[in-house]
């Protein structure tokens, strides 16, 4: 008796374990965590050190150097990068894909502390932070006040809110964006201090020694003890203003006397605003190994409590959401899969005509789909937009081996035989070609689940939750499906007028098929030489197509960069900021924007309504963007949407030049590339980050005459920083918690670099002069800041190109650019998005090669047979030649996901040729000739290859016309399998049986 007998004549064990994989599966669904994508982990360390007052020239050979030659020693950095302006340092390490966070942190922090004694004595401790590597938060919470000033918000925030929102697990920190910290500032009067004799210096040592904390400690009597406090610390404004700076004939000269003092805020060089108002921000970073979703929606759970506990006036509302976008794409997924299912089941019904004949397949669908969160449970998956889109693409596999049984069954039963003799015979005959199907689809996804990089790490939970659905499929087409038949099938079943119409159309369609194939047969040669110009023109369309990583998903969420001129103030870039904003606001698909302005430069992100609420896409909105925004006099502005993976942050093009060479010769190679980029045409924005055209004044003191004074180079420096430099002196407390201290000179005696001259400095017998006496200025320019690429001066070019160009042709471009303009000595080099797509180019090719060769030896162990395999591969090309002519007409383009679709593709083509070829093969084993055999078996076998091939194009029809949140990676594997598996299924009802004619071995009857 036959395997499959044993399910047919006991359906209870057929029924029994259908009944297990429910009850597994309907469990699995439940403790399925939920995610946007496979668990990766994108992290960058990043190590910043300030160093006040210090030019991006010290800062970067006295702090940036020494620290990144430390860092670059750590293991597990794909590239280290850095950045250095007047008085800060910021090293970004980027970590490889999936490297462990946390140990990367404790080498790089051990990498330091190792040349923390190499560092500026006056320059700050470096602070090292781990983060994911996605610029832009996870949420943004928005605080204003129409009464309340920001140090007032920020401090509420940072005592109240901010502790609230770290202890939600899940949350690395909530960072305070736009922050004012209260500070004691101490607004020095050059012209009171002058006639009162007194310096910045003695303003800062008078703070330095009578703003102390003293530590008593305590009396020690036989019975009591007490503890002792020295009142030597200052606590309000009017113990500051009182404070005692210098004693001059007599007289005490208070802080008051030389200085404006108040309770301010310790930094003013930013602004911050929520839909043009200005606001206080609270961004959540989700640690690397959290899940967004959860984590997002614990704190949505937690800020109503926050909101009911705010003081009067001060309102705060969630601005931001990212994961609003993640369960918006995932419901679109579940609402494609759902369509799926239902045009499926409507295409058996127009092939089979008869519901005891469609009941069979529909209830093999959700089976074998429920049984796959099993197998998903049971590998630690999680369900996500991947291993969602897999199960819309499984209903399609998971049906056919169902459609086959039926068919096989119903033909059986036109022949005559009683329903449980046509579901034995229809079990016993598919048996072999199910299980081949089974390992080929199986072999096919197995190179991607031992691709490296990010396809791998993205698409092998794609990989094997759909070869887990097709081998759930298989169990239930070998034991459940056969049963059913032989229970559900009535004798005379196929005799309503319906199912005689479609009988009739088929006849009709089978006569011509095999009166067109007997035709082909007798000229074999002709379609044999077609198929290898097929294989010749899919070689052609391949690496004419254009390439990128991913399409650029509609994430309802654009960027903003904003740059103005190097000696812009924050002032002035506000004024761009709120031109970039009534730009925006003006767009019907306006919801909201929030900005974040600095001193020469501006980031804004604006966000759009929901997709179902506006009929414009992210990309039409953002072309509308960068052209209103590109008429803003004195800004250059660049919008532009987050990347569709992860992993990546920034523009969509980062080419980076390194070199050993000087700045200033970076900056004409630079140069030269930008002004080929903007000539070509294919952008809409593209700059450089290297821009030597700061304006910077050198006070050159005379040597000598400092000398003469009776001063050394430190006290004259020392006391222009005292003055100018903006550090904090000390701190105070207030309320238990401690604030700087910080004087400086007034911002109207520092408008312009001459002010600096009149400054009064001491000499070393106390008498005060000018530092006019022992200085003077000297202009000049200089980058507006130092980056260093892999430890090489860099200059990264980067911009938005137009939806006419590829990643690939940009990229290329660049680089053909840069080889033309620069000499020896100069690297290309990527970031961001472009460095992801260089990092997974080219592995697609072998992934594909690798799958061929699985497949092929797969299908050699199951026909026992070398030839076999090479004719039933002989399919894939023209799967892949159909895709790949609506890929070249720009329809697509080759990326992470068309490219696991064509792989896809392979397992599904070959489907067809393993039902013609079996059947061939048993044929001719009977003692049928070859040509009769395949002529034969390709007729016999027409039916179930259109159902099958019917109800994977159409149920993949939906993924081909989505829209909505995280439609285009969907639509794009879509396309690739509707195009190429309705293309390639009608050559291969040709060129497989005219490849067997001539190929294939002679099989002798074994009667």
């Known amino acids: 008796m036959n395997f499959t007998d044993l399910f047919i004549r006991k359906p209870v064990v057929a029924t029994v374990v259908s009944a297990l994989i429910l009850v597994l599966g309907l469990r699995s669904i439940f403790n399925l965590p939920v995610n946007q994508y496979p668990k990766t982990e994108h992290a960058v360390v990043t190590v910043s050190t300030s160093y006040y007052g210090a030019d991006s020239g010290t800062v970067g050979g006295f702090i940036t150097q020494p620290l990144e030659s430390s860092i670059a020693q750590a293991q597990g950095i794909d590239y280290l990068s850095s950045t250095s302006v007047n008085g800060n340092s910021t090293i970004v390490a980027t970590l490889r894909l999936n490297y462990s ?158 200085a404006t003092v108040n309770l301010g805020a310790d930094d003013y060089s930013f602004n911050v605003s929520f839909d043009g108002r200005q606001s206080v921000f609270l961004g959540i970073k989700v640690a690397p190994e959290a899940n967004i979703l959860e984590v997002a929606k614990r704190v949505r759970e937690a800020f109503p409590e926050i909101q009911s506990q705010l003081p009067a006036g001060l309102t705060g509302q969630i601005v931001y959401d990212a994961t609003h976008f993640i369960n918006t794409s995932i419901e679109e997924v579940i609402k494609t899969l759902v369509e799926a299912l239902l045009i499926v089941t409507v295409v058996i019904f127009l092939f089979l005509g008869t519901f005891r004949a469609v009941a069979v397949p529909v209830i093999a669908m959700p089976l074998s789909l429920v049984g796959t969160f099993a197998v998903m449970l049971a590998l630690g998956y999680t369900i996500n937009l991947l291993t969602l889109l897999a199960l819309v693409l499984g209903i399609g596999l998971v049906v056919d081996d169902a459609i086959i049984v039926v068919e096989n069954a119903d033909r059986h039963m036109r022949e005559g035989k009683s329903p449980l003799e046509a579901a034995i015979l229809a079990a016993r005959e598919l048996g072999g070609p199910i299980l081949a199907m089974t390992v080929v689809l199986v072999a096919v996804y197995v190179p991607i689940g031992f691709q490296g990089g990010l396809t791998g790490s993205l698409f092998t939970e794609f990989a094997f939750t759909l070869a887990g659905a097709v081998a759930v499929s298989a169990v239930v087409a070998l034991t459940l499906s056969p049963m059913m038949c032989a229970k559900f099938f009535r004798a005379g079943q196929d005799s309503n007028r319906f199912v005689r119409f479609i009988d009739g159309q088929f006849e009709w369609f089978h006569g011509h098929y095999l009166r067109l194939l007997r035709s082909v047969l007798a000229t074999s040669a002709v379609p044999a030489v077609m198929g290898v110009l097929i294989l010749l023109a899919t070689g052609f369309l391949f690496v004419t197509s254009k390439s990128e990583l991913a399409p650029q998903e509609d994430q309802g969420f654009i960027l903003a960069s904003i740059t103005g001129p190097p000696n812009s103030t924050v002032q002035q870039m506000q004024t761009y900021a709120d031109q970039v904003y009534g730009s925006a606001k003006a767009y019907p698909e306006y919801q909201a924007m929030f900005q974040f302005t600095n001193a020469g430069s501006a980031f804004a992100g604006l966000i759009l309504k929901p997709w179902d609420q506006r009929s414009r896409s992210g990309e039409t909105v953002q072309q509308a963007f960068q052209g209103d925004c590109a008429g803003i006099a004195g800004a250059q502005v660049a919008t532009f949407q987050p990347p569709s993976l992860p992993g990546a942050s920034g523009l969509p093009v980062q080419f980076v030049i390194k070199t050993t060479e000087p700045f200033e010769r970076l900056d004409e190679v630079s140069k030269a590339v930008l002004n080929k980029a903007r000539a070509s045409g294919m952008f809409y924005f593209v700059d450089t980050d290297l821009k030597i055209d700061k304006p910077q004044s050198t006070v050159v003191l005379n040597r000598d005459m400092v000398t003469s004074l009776g001063l050394t180079q430190q006290d004259v420096g020392g006391a222009l920083t005292d003055a100018l430099g903006g550090n904090y002196v000390n701190y105070f407390a207030i309320g238990g918690r401690s604030y700087r201290v910080i004087p400086q000179v007034l911002q109207v005696d520092r408008l312009n670099s001459d002010q600096v001259l009149d400054f009064h400095l001491r000499t070393g017998d106390g008498a005060l002069f000018p530092a006019s006496t022992v200085a003077t200025l000297k202009d000049s320019v200089a980058p507006q800041a130092i980056r260093r690429f892999q430890q090489l001066n860099s200059a990264t070019i980067s911009g938005v190109y137009g939806p006419n160009f590829s990643q690939e042709q940009v990229l290329d471009f660049f680089r053909k650019a840069l080889r033309d303009s620069a000499p020896s000595g100069y690297q290309a080099d990527y970031s961001g998005v472009s460095r992801q797509y260089m990092q997974e180019a080219g592995g697609f090719v072998i992934t594909l090669g690798f799958a061929v060769i699985i497949v092929f030896l797969a299908l050699a162990a199951q026909f026992n047979s070398l030839r076999d395999p090479l004719i039933i591969l002989v399919s894939v090309p023209m799967a892949l030649f159909g895709a790949l002519i609506f890929i070249n007409l720009g329809l697509a383009s080759l990326n992470i996901y068309t490219q696991v679709g064509l792989v896809t593709l392979m397992g599904l083509i070959s489907k067809h040729g393993i039902l013609i070829v079996q059947f061939a093969n048993e044929l001719q084993a009977s003692g049928r000739s070859r040509l009769e055999a395949i002529a034969e078996a390709s007729a016999i076998r027409l039916r179930p290859i259109l159902m099958t091939t019917a109800a994977m194009v159409l149920g993949v029809f939906p993924l081909v016309i989505a829209g909505g949140a995280g439609a285009a990676g969907r639509r794009a594997m879509g396309l690739v399998i509707f195009t190429g598996l309705s293309i390639g299924t009608v050559f291969t009802l040709f060129v497989v049986p005219a490849f067997y004619n001539l190929f294939a071995s002679r099989r002798r009857s074994e009667g």
């Open 101 to 258: 966070a946390n140990k990367a942190l404790t080498e790089i922090t051990t990498q330091v502390n190792a040349v923390k004694n190499q560092l500026p004595p006056a320059a700050q401790q470096p602070v090292i932070t781990v983060q994911m590597s996605d610029n832009t938060d996870a949420m943004y919470m928005g605080f204003y006040s129409e009464v309340l000033p920001t140090n007032n918000i920020t401090d509420y925030l940072s005592r109240v809110v901010k502790p609230r929102l770290d202890s939600i697990p899940g949350v690395q920190t909530a960072e305070i964006l736009g922050a004012r910290n209260f500070a004691l500032r101490a607004w020095l009067d050059p012209v009171r201090m002058a006639a009162h004799g007194v310096t910045a210096t003695d303003v800062s040592k008078a703070i330095q020694n009578n703003n102390v904390l003293s530590a008593l400690g305590s009396t020690k009597g036989q019975m009591v003890t007490v503890d002792l406090l020295a009142a030597t610390d200052l606590h309000t404004v009017e113990e500051f203003r009182k404070l005692a700076v210098r004693q001059s004939g007599g007289a005490i000269v208070r802080l008051e006397d030389v």
